[in-house]
Each structure stands twice: as structure tokens, then as C-alpha cells.
């Protein structure tokens, strides 16, 4: 049950700070750390650091865990989709969402192809199967991002992929543990490509897999992060240093064991936050479709300016003041990053219009109820004194209106 001291001032307007210490928007959370730590020395005493039996065990337990028969473990997200593209033969336009973080299009460049960006649906902000179909014509793939951990509409994607027969490459960096009516996000396209980086819900320290139906495709993966080198010196092509070490295996092992528990827990919590926050005009969720199961990667808000009466923006700026972290993933959009400018201009009018709108708020698993509830309740205070904040704010700018972080 959340208090509603909506007669008390947000911090920005002279109230107390709900979190003083700072609330971070992500924490990584290994639990049982003596068992991680033997796991970490028996592997430091074998003298086998990479190239071993606990990535071996990494990739069998997650091919099991999602139910597909190839799971092959590299050193980035980012890495894996570029490993995957290239050895799809993505090297020319790939449609793909520009509402997402930028190292999906970095990957699309990487492997040599232009990433040709398409809206997203208004409610998931998933890439939209429409306007992804409206650009197929030519394309030699096409990616999409299950965003913030939300399953994206793979049955209509699959349709778009097939009929333009081209490959469909999922980034699913948040979405270990997702799952789409009722089937585990992993098994979904030619190949679906996970994130192992500190703010995700499973963690390595630094990691991903690459997980696939496709034995030929697995098997171009691994040779690709091994230099494209099979063995013999002889590069078939030119691979990457893509390989996870054993020691990021074991830290990815040991978070595994918890996936079900941080899910739970996460989607508790944002179901939580949402009752809280119920009521309130200008909030809404990312839809996630019934029967589909998000890892919540993010929390994320979007701001209606005109209802709320505080723009995405403003209300971050309101927030930090109160200590509580946020992000707005994802803005800019990629298409309006100074890396991707000299593409051709094309109309993304629900990308640029969310990225105006999207604030992500903390959540991690172990987040306590009353963190979680403080969390939105310095929303409705804020909400409340909207007219005071923004005042206060006019004296800010433009430092409290600078860009998000990552
Ligand atoms: C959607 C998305 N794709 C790709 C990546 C890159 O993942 P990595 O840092 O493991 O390379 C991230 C990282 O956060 C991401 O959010």
C-alpha cells in the first residue's frame, strides 16, 4: 500500500529527498557470493580461462532453459548480432527499429550492411510489422528489438520476414526470460542475440549469447568469434575476439540459477508501481500483449506532456532531485544520432514522438517493495506540484534539462 503525501513537496520545490543516498536506476545483484567465488578460483587454479567447460555449461544450460538447440556464448550482445549478421550475409539494407539502443544499428554496420529504420507500434514500441513491410523490398535482413524485455509480435514479423525471404534477427539484450504466449523468447527467427551486461536481468559482467534452431548458423557463430579461425590458422573470414571467458561463464552460471526468482520479483514490482501510480492522467505502460512474460529490463514510463503537465524530461529533472535516477531510454533515436545522420531522412513520427516521452525508473530484483513504492510515490508529489516544479525547473535550465544518460 503506497501513502499518498501528495501535500508534502517533491524535493525540487524544498521538500525533503526521498533518497538522500541516491537510488540507482540498476543494480546488479549475485547472490551466495562464497559459492561464486570457489566456482571463479576453481577455474583460476585449472588454468583454462577461456575455450572451457564452463561456457560449454553456460550454452547447454541456456539452450535447455529456452528450449532451443543452439546456444552459443560470446563476449557482447553487440559482438553476437554482428557475428549473426555476418554470417547471414546481412551486408545490405536491414530493416530494423530506430526506437532501440544503438548498438543494434552499430552491429548491422559492423557486419556491412545500412540499417533502414521503420516505426514501432504505439502501444509495445516494438518494431511494427507494417511499417517494417512497407520497406522490405531489397533488404537483405531485417532486426527487432523486444524492448525493455517485451516480446515483440513475432508471428506478424515472421510473416514479414517470410515473404520478403530475407532473415529476421531478434536483439533480445533484455530479454532473457521473456517469453511470448507462453514459448521462451530464444527460438524466435534465425537467430535471437541476449545481452549478459550489467543492467540485464541475468548477468556476466560483460557477455551474450547467440541462440539458434540452426545448426549451420550456430556453427558460422563460433568459428566467427574465434577469429574465423577453425583451428588450422586458415581464417575462413574475418572473424572477431568474440569468445566469453570462463570466468564471465561462471558469473553468468551463478545468475542464472535466480532467473526465475528476478522475474518474479520484477514483474511484481512493476505491477506495484503501476497500481500506485493508478489514477494519474498522462502515464501509461509499454503494452505487453496477455499471455507474454517481460524480464522488465526496464521500467519505462511514457509521458503524455499535455496530461501530465510535466514533459518526460521535466520529470526526470524533478526526480534526480529527489536522488532517484533515471534514463530515457531511448532518446535520441537512433536515426537522429550523429552517427547515423548521413543516412537518408525518413518520417519515424511515433519513434521521434515516444523518444520525447519514455522515462525508465529503477528497478532491479531486489529492489524493496518501499523503495519501489517511494519511487512512485515522488511521481504522484511531483504530479501534484506539477505547476511549482516547473518553476523551480525554469531556474534549472538548462543544466536539469540536459540530455539523458546511458
Ligand atoms: C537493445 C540493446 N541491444 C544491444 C545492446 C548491447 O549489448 P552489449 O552491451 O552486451 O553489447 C544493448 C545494451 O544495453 C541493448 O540495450
Not at 168 to 185: I, M, N
Request: include cysteine; proline fraction near 6%.
Amino acid at each position: 500500500m503506497t501513502v499518498l503525501s501528495t501535500n508534502r513537496m517533491p524535493a525540487i520545490a524544498g521538500g525533503e529527498a526521498r533518497f538522500p543516498e541516491g537510488l540507482p536506476l540498476a543494480r546488479p545483484i549475485l547472490h551466495d557470493l562464497p559459492a561464486l567465488e570457489r566456482r571463479l578460483a576453481d577455474i583460476l587454479a585449472s588454468g583454462m580461462l577461456t575455450n572451457g567447460r564452463t561456457v560449454r555449461e553456460l550454452e547447454e544450460r541456456v539452450a535447455e532453459r529456452l528450449g532451443v538447440a543452439h546456444a552459443v556464448a560470446v563476449a557482447s550482445c553487440t559482438t553476437g548480432l554482428a557475428l549473426t549478421l555476418q554470417a547471414l550475409d546481412a551486408n545490405g539494407p536491414v530493416v530494423m527499429p530506430s526506437f532501440t539502443f544503438a548498438a543494434s544499428a552499430h552491429a548491422v554496420v559492423w557486419a556491412g550492411g545500412t540499417p533502414v529504420f521503420a516505426d514501432i507500434t504505439l502501444d509495445t514500441l516494438c518494431l511494427d510489422p507494417a511499417a517494417a513491410s512497407a520497406l522490405v523490398e531489397g533488404a537483405s535482413a531485417m532486426t527487432a528489438t523486444h524492448l525493455y524485455g517485451t516480446p515483440c509480435r513475432t508471428e506478424s514479423l515472421a510473416a514479414v520476414a517470410e515473404s520478403a525471404g530475407i532473415p529476421l534477427v531478434y536483439d533480445a539484450a533484455h530479454a532473457l526470460g521473456s517469453a511470448r504466449a507462453g514459448t521462451p523468447v530464444g527460438g524466435f527467427g534465425a537467430a535471437e542475440v541476449f545481452s549478459l551486461s550489467p543492467t540485464k536481468v541475468v548477468v556476466a559482467g560483460e557477455g551474450g549469447l547467440v541462440t539458434t534452431r540452426h545448426a549451420d548458423l550456430a556453427a558460422a557463430i563460433r568459428l566467427g568469434r574465434d577469429y574465423g579461425n577453425p583451428g588450422d590458422y586458415d581464417c575462413r573470414f574475418p572473424g572477431l575476439n568474440a569468445r566469453m571467458s570462463e570466468l564471465h561463464a561462471a558469473v553468468a552460471l551463478h545468475s542464472l540459477d535466480r532467473l526465475d526468482v528476478n522475474l518474479a520479483q520484477r514483474n511484481g514490482h512493476a505491477e506495484r508501481f503501476w497500481s500506485a501510480l493508478a489514477g494519474l492522467p498522462g502515464l501509461r505502460r509499454p503494452k505487453v500483449d496477455d499471455g507474454d512474460l517481460s524480464t522488465f529490463k526496464d521500467l519505462t514510463i511514457v509521458v503524455d506532456q499535455h496530461e501530465f503537465g510535466l514533459s518526460a524530461a521535466e520529470l526526470a529533472a524533478a526526480l534526480r532531485v529527489d536522488g532517484i535516477d533515471t534514463r530515457r531510454y531511448y532518446h535520441p533515436p537512433i536515426h537522429l544520432q550523429h552517427a547515423y545522420r548521413m543516412l537518408p531522412a525518413r518520417e519515424l513520427p511515433i519513434t521521434e514522438a515516444i523518444s520525447q516521452q519514455v522515462l525508465s525508473v529503477p528497478l532491479w530484483s531486489d529492489m524493496t517493495d518501499e523503495q519501489m513504492l517511494e519511487v512512485a510515490d515522488a511521481i504522484v508529489r511531483i504530479h501534484a506540484h506539477r505547476a511549482r516544479v516547473r518553476t523551480e525547473l525554469e531556474k534549472y535550465q538548462p543544466a536539469a534539462m540536459g540530455p539523458g544518460r546511458r
